[in-house]
């Protein structure tokens, strides 16, 4: 299994972003892919997730009107698109899979990229 995310870059504030996950060596229909973040210092945090039997999910009220992801089954790609980005949205951004329904509890998630940096400053 291998997960490979891209994307990541300085952004301003106000700035748009999407990130992307490529997966191989999965069942890309029936798992479950993921996406978080960790900032320096804290904790892993679940942003969205998306399967096929529980659609697309944001977690945190803090992104939910600026985050949104999908899946494209045909290039096997994940995205994380991000808009109105602010500083606090700095961080390494990981996808991960797992091969049932969603969950945003990372250690649910087995297998993990090796992480995107976001930083949005002016």
């Known amino acids: 299994v291998q997960l490979v995310e891209s994307g990541g870059a300085r952004v301003q504030p106000g700035g748009s972003l999407t990130l992307s996950c490529a997966a191989t060596?999965?069942?890309?229909?029936?798992?479950?892919i993921a996406w978080f973040r960790q900032a320096p210092g804290k904790g892993r945090e679940a942003l969205t997730c998306?399967?096929?039997?529980?659609?697309?999910?944001v977690y945190p009220r803090s992104v939910k009107d600026r985050f949104t992801t999908s899946r494209d089954s045909v290039k096997r790609m994940a995205y994380l698109r991000m808009t109105s980005l602010t500083p606090e949205d700095s961080a390494v951004y990981f996808c991960?899979?797992?091969?049932?329904?969603?969950?945003?509890?990372?250690?649910?998630?087995?297998?993990w990229g090796r992480g995107a940096q976001v930083t949005v400053s002016s």
């Open positions: 060596g999965i069942n890309f229909d029936s798992n479950a």
């Open positions: 991960s899979t797992r091969a049932s329904g969603c969950s945003y509890v990372p250690t649910h998630y087995v297998y």
């Open positions: 998306v399967s096929k039997s529980d659609g697309a999910i």
